[in-house]
């Protein structure tokens, strides 16, 4: 019987305990059954950057809070573990998510328990009046003590010229996961020796020496550090030997022409080889015409070692002539080199005969107030019998294509007016480049036509532009089109004078007409002016005398 109570006793207990544990189940008025508060309605989690740490340090949290559910979290706070620090967040709204970071000091007993923690509270949600808490980890680990450094070397120039100064830049990066200290880099050039007292994890140190080179110079940097974590240990970092060498600026440059003798009006071809046999390499290179003056190429390159590159340039032949041409460029060592060729001489013949064509201009305005595109009239005479092909007409100080002709007829005159750039005060010389009628290929300059920027001169923008005659001249007897044009213009004349006569003979028979007409209008009125109307008069008696006699003289 004792035995049946204490078991009635047990039963009822887990009963109670039971009830104490379940999530109780209300009804209202109604008889429905209603939902208990919510509590949690935050999700959230934070990450430790680094996440391994040899000892206890500052490290970067970063936390994400997401509030999936319909109701807002009001009055949110963030507190350490301890308690110590905390800090209000604010409302986080129903659907809304966070994302912000702190610093944070890792304790060591954090280190030892291998995680960080931090408690989040906000007010209870749907009039559950106590407040809600949570407690979130996230886990740091020890790491084992690893002291690394980069170390690297780079020169301002790996040839120099003696006396030439050469910056040796070091360069130290902790690439570790402790602070190292006592840095110390040594090298030969300059007796050189730069010091550190620390560097943090993830942090660059630059160490700079300036050496005066007179001969080759040999640099093997060393680099000595202390691990602090390791007991002072010390580390050291050699890097393997580099020269700076003395430059070897060997830079050289030939001119030849296509031929010795060339007629005048033909255009000769000079080519130019430019050598490179030493150890340093070229840029920014530049060939300037010392002769007629110039830029004949620019922003050219050669490596180091045995180069040769070559530039071809043609000349118009106008008379005996001499060229010559600069090469200037940027040594690797970082000075400029310069060098010039021999100078080449022409001797001019007399030009052939055939199209005699020679090329005048004129400017519009020779005073501009600024610059811009000057009108130039520009006159192309071929005084010859034979027509010119394929002529091209340029500005030779702008290197500007500015017209091209299929035809430049014989005893013709060919007048263009073209706009060229000017910048500043100075002469432009206008190019044309033909064909003849044997095939050769020639070339023919206008004098100089000088252009002054000065106060008053003539505005630009101030000109109404007209529009550049457009076509080409052509030697009518040698176009096809001519007869064709011909041809249609007698036609037309003829109509026009078939029209002509039977106009005329329309108008001869309408006057003829017309007099006839006159004539018998004249005839009538006269027929009825004339004509005899006879009168009556009394019979006369027998021995009667006439009334005129009868009455006698009046």
């Not at 430049?408 to 005060?425: I, W």
Request: aromatic share 6%; with cysteine.
């Amino acid at each position: 019987m004792r035995r049946f109570a204490a078991l009635l006793a047990a039963l009822a207990l887990a009963f109670v305990c039971a009830g104490g544990f379940a999530m109780p189940v209300t009804r209202a008025e109604g008889g429905e059954a209603t939902l208990p508060p919510l509590r949690h309605i935050l999700e959230i989690s934070f990450s430790v950057a680094p996440a391994e740490m040899v000892e206890p340090g500052p490290v970067t949290l970063t936390f994400t809070i997401t509030n999936a559910s319909d109701y807002d979290a009001e009055n949110v706070y963030i507190s350490s573990s301890d308690g110590l620090r905390t800090e209000p967040l604010g409302q986080i709204d129903a659907g809304d998510s966070r994302v912000f970071s702190r610093a944070h000091d890792v304790t060591a007993e954090e280190l030892e328990d291998g995680r960080i923690t931090y408690i989040f509270s906000h007010d209870g949600v749907a009039g559950d009046p106590d407040t809600v808490n949570y407690t979130v980890d996230c886990p740091i680990e020890r790491a084992i003590a690893q002291a690394e450094a980069e170390f690297t070397r780079q020169f301002s120039a790996v040839y120099a010229r003696p006396g030439d100064v050469v910056t040796i830049t070091y360069r130290v990066r902790n690439t570790g996961n402790v602070p190292i200290e006592n840095l110390r880099v040594d090298d030969a050039p300059g007796e050189y020796t730069g010091r550190a007292d620390s560097l943090e994890v993830g942090a660059t140190r630059l160490f700079v020496s300036r050496v005066a080179v007179e001969d080759v110079t040999v640099s093997a940097p060393r680099l000595r550090y202390s691990v602090p974590a390791e007991g002072d240990e010390e580390r050291e970092v050699t890097l393997t030997e580099a020269r700076i060498l003395l430059a070897d600026e060997q830079l050289t440059a030939t001119l030849a022409l296509d031929r010795e003798t060339a007629r005048v009006g033909e255009t000769v071809t000079a080519t130019l080889t430019i050598m490179s046999l030493g150890n340093v390499s070229f840029y920014d290179m530049a060939v300037y015409d010392e002769s007629y003056g110039g830029l004949v190429a620019d922003a050219l390159e050669m490596a180091a070692g045995t180069q040769t590159m070559t530039i071809e340039r043609e000349y118009p032949v106008r008379g005996d002539a001499s060229y010559q041409l600069r090469v200037r460029a940027l040594s690797s060592s970082g000075a400029v080199v310069e060098t010039l060729t021999e100078p080449v001489s022409l001797r001019a013949l007399p030009a052939e005969s055939g199209a005699e064509i020679s090329v005048y201009a004129e400017a519009v305005y020779p005073q501009i107030a600024a610059a811009g595109d000057v009108p130039v009239d520009v006159y192309i005479v071929n005084e010859g019998d034979e027509s010119a092909r394929e002529a091209v007409l340029s500005e030779t100080s702008t290197d500007t294509q500015l017209r091209a002709f299929d035809f430049l007829a014989g005893r013709f005159t060919t007048h263009r007016r073209v706009y060229v750039p000017v910048s500043q005060t100075g002469e432009l010389v206008f190019s044309l480049r033909y064909t003849n009628a044997a095939g050769l290929e020639r070339t023919v300059e206008s004098p100089p036509v000088r252009i002054e920027i000065v106060r008053g001169g003539q505005r630009l923008d101030a000109v109404e532009e007209e529009a550049p005659y457009s076509g080409q001249s052509v030697k009518l007897s040698e176009d096809p089109t001519f007869f064709i044009m011909l041809g249609v213009a007698a036609l037309v004349l003829v109509a026009l004078a078939v029209a002509l006569l039977i106009t005329s003979r329309k108008q001869r028979r309408r006057q003829r007409e017309k007099l006839a007409q006159l004539r018998r209008q004249r005839q009538e009125e006269l027929g009825k002016t004339n004509r005899f109307t006879p009168v009556k008069r009394a019979a006369q008696r027998k021995g009667e005398k006439p009334k005129s006699e009868k009455d006698g003289p009046t």
